[in-house]
């Protein structure tokens, strides 16, 4: 049992540092945003939006511990069959959400159909990064799109999927899709739940290489292309995503929030490459530019909204940003 | 076609690369050797315009680096020390990348790509996507990406490390003959046998200051005992431990 103990010991360490992980949420504008709804007496809007981030997390927490160790070094370490199956059976409790779904179990206040769903989920992200689609990368298929930048752009629409932030915005809209299909939204609705949709997804725009890793940036940086030509093909996946999240919405005030999260969110990509992980909600630069960020992208939704003509001038400050941040870019040592 | 005159490069007090000065002619197979921490890199980076140098200059095929940048970029070919690959693009979409921002048309980009893939026999790996290959994989997709678009100069950090010996020999021929045709070639190695055969100039640095440059026929001897003299002298201490019958 010395050697289980070893491995199981190992792999505490590295669920520890994956849970830290996790933590990323706090440094995202829903979080951010949710704080200050909490200091300005609103603690209701607070829970609301941390629900929707831990229903988010729900999966990517749920995975089996025993995968951070590569299978090829589990292959050659001597353990015997009967050790395997210990850590098989023992792995799966170093997961909180596995001890959570336990509780569950017990409390009586539970329904036994609400637990099965947690179970369920539970099961789904457990054994989700075990399948074979996901070990040979989950996005293989994405459309293609005009001009020489076409791969970086199918490329950049993978990295956006493999966000929290992403699949948090697409809750968002669903959930709004569902209460437009149930009946009509009250118009005056429209425009708060865009802004909502957005922020979920708007920390990305400050983080728009952090998923390049140091590779990445060499490459960006080897191709004869130009500073601004590079950050607009980081642009286009996400603004084609927010203009089709907010589709049951606002879509021209979610096109001008995307517009002004990406303004803000330009020099701090080019400027601080804070490496991000998959399956994680991105980590904005600093509360104050989370701050800015989201006053910006409510000031220029809500103008969109009332005044749709604004979103030239949206437009005009994107397109200067883009073509500024990427002379930033090419001058940045390496 | 690569010059470089008092290039120096320093990480605040450190001095990475020290009043190098270099001319390597069109169409040679130029070997930069040293040992780890030299200033290898370094160099490579500052001739391809990833790192401004802190004083010097530096121009590759008559174009000044630090001036021309992005035009220095369309004459060249590199594959870096990180290979520079993207997790989420397969080996062939990389190559795809590559010919579509050089300007190759359609035709011409997939026949060299499909050539490309046959001779790095990376045709049944095509569709894997980077962050999933081998690093041997990783490798020959980031020097098929330097050669796809034809460059009048090719970069190449460390190019027969970590790779089969027949793609090592594939490579050594694809660059002897592209040499042969006025392509230069200037490439760091610590496969010292690999580059003796095929180089045809020898430049060695140690601390940041190259400490010999000569053709392949002014070498005094074997390349390996004029590295270990002047480049990197080798540390010598037993390992008692080992086979001492105790784990």
């Known amino acids: ?334 | 076609m690569i010059s470089c005159h008092r290039l120096v490069k320093r990480f605040g007090t450190v001095t990475a690369v020290n009043s190098l000065s270099l001319e390597v002619e069109k169409g040679t197979i130029c070997a930069f050797l040293g040992p780890n921490g030299a200033g290898k890199s370094t160099t490579v980076k500052m001739l391809c315009g990833l790192l401004a140098p802190t004083s010097g200059e530096a121009s590759v095929c008559g174009l000044d680096v630090a001036t021309h940048p992005l035009a220095v970029k369309r004459h060249i070919g590199v594959l870096p020390e990180n290979l520079g690959l993207f997790d989420d693009l397969t080996i062939a979409e990389h190559l795809l990348l590559t010919a579509r921002i050089y300007g190759l048309d359609k035709q011409q980009s997939q026949a060299r790509i499909e050539q490309l893939l046959r001779v790095l026999d990376l045709s049944d790996g095509r569709h894997t996507f980077a962050g999933h290959g081998s690093h041997g994989m990783r490798k020959k997709t980031a020097f098929a990406m330097a050669v796809l678009p034809n460059p009048e100069v090719l970069f190449l950090d460390e190019p027969f490390e970590a790779i089969d010996p027949a793609t090592s020999k594939i490579m050594r021929d694809l660059l002897v003959a592209a040499a042969a045709r006025g392509i230069t070639v200037f490439l760091t190695s610590h496969i010292l046998p690999v580059v003796e055969r095929i180089a045809h100039q020898f430049v060695m640095i140690r601390g940041g200051s190259i400490v010999w440059n000569s053709s392949a026929a002014e070498l005094p001897g074997s390349l390996e005992d004029l590295y270990l003299e002047l480049a990197e002298p080798p540390v010598s201490e037993e390992l008692e431990w080992l086979a001492s019958g105790q784990s």
Request: proline letters at 7%; one cysteine or more; glycine letters at 8%.
């Open chain 1, 1 to 334: 049992m010395a050697r289980v103990r070893a491995v199981l010991a190992a792999l505490i360490t590295a669920v520890r540092r994956d849970l830290k992980s996790v933590g990323s949420f706090s440094g995202n504008n829903l979080f951010v945003v949710g704080t200050v709804f909490l200091f300005l007496g609103d603690p209701r809007a607070f829970i609301a939006l941390t629900a929707v981030i831990g229903l988010v997390l729900f999966i990517p927490l749920s995975a089996d511990p025993l995968r951070v160790l590569p299978p090829d070094r589990m292959a050659i370490w001597p353990l015997s069959t009967v050790e395997r199956g210990w850590l098989r059976i023992l792995s799966p409790w170093l997961n909180p959400v596995a001890w959570l779904i336990a509780a569950l179990a017990v409390w009586k206040h539970v329904t036994m159909g609400l637990w099965a769903l947690a179970a369920g989920v539970f099961a789904i992200g457990f054994l989700l990064p075990s399948l074979p689609a996901s070990r040979k990368g989950m996005w293989r298929r994405v459309p293609d799109f005009p001009g020489p930048l076409n791969q970086l752009i199918r490329k950049n629409l993978r990295e956006t999927l493999s966000t929290l932030d992403f699949w948090c915005s697409a809750a968002v809209s669903i959930f709004s899709l569902g209460f437009r299909a149930a009946g009509p939204i009250p118009a005056e609705a429209l425009l708060p739940m865009t802004i909502i949709t957005m922020l979920a997804i708007s920390t990305y725009a400050q983080t728009l290489f952090g998923l390049d890793g140091a590779g990445g940036m060499t490459r960006y940086r080897l191709l004869p292309v130009a500073g601004w030509q590079i950050l607009a093909a980081k642009d286009v996946p996400f603004l084609l995503l927010s203009v089709l999240m907010t589709l049951p919405l606002a879509p021209a005030a979610g096109l001008a929030a995307a517009l002004a999260a990406l303004t803000i969110g330009h020099h701090a990509s080019v400027t601080h490459h804070s490496n991000q992980m998959r399956w994680r909600f991105s980590s904005g630069l600093s509360f104050g530019t989370s701050i800015f960020q989201v006053v910006a992208m409510t000031a220029t939704a809500a103008a969109v909204h009332a005044i749709p003509l604004v979103i030239v001038l949206c437009a005009g400050v994107y397109a200067w940003s883009t073509w500024w941040s990427g002379r930033v870019m090419e001058q940045q040592p390496l």
